[in-house]
């Protein structure tokens, strides 16, 4: 347990210092544009909803945990 924690704390902090160049990406990548996900932009307030997204990231985390139990 110690060194899964251990592994996800880096992986954290690699996606964190990343994070400039991956949004750059934003025009390549669909996160938050996805089926499912709500954006209402008015004056004065903005409101998203990551369903789509947040299913997507969701499934892929699970496969990838599942495969490294196996």
């Known amino acids: ?3 899964f924690l251990i592994t996800a ?4 902090l690699v996606v964190g210092l990343l994070w400039p160049w991956i949004a750059r990406l934003g025009g390549l990548l ?3 544009r996805l089926p499912g ?6 004056p ?4 998203h909803l ?5 299913i997507l990231v969701s499934v892929v985390l ?3 945990l599942w ?3 196996r």
């Open 30 to 32: 669909p996160f938050g």
């Open 9 to 12: 704390g880096l992986l954290l």
């Open 62 to 64: 699970s496969l990838i």
């Open 37 to 42: 996900d709500i954006s209402v932009v008015r």
């Open 44 to 47: 004065g307030l903005s409101i």
């Open 1 to 3: 347990m110690r060194q």
């Open 50 to 54: 990551w369903f789509g997204t947040g």
């Open 67 to 69: 495969l490294l139990r």
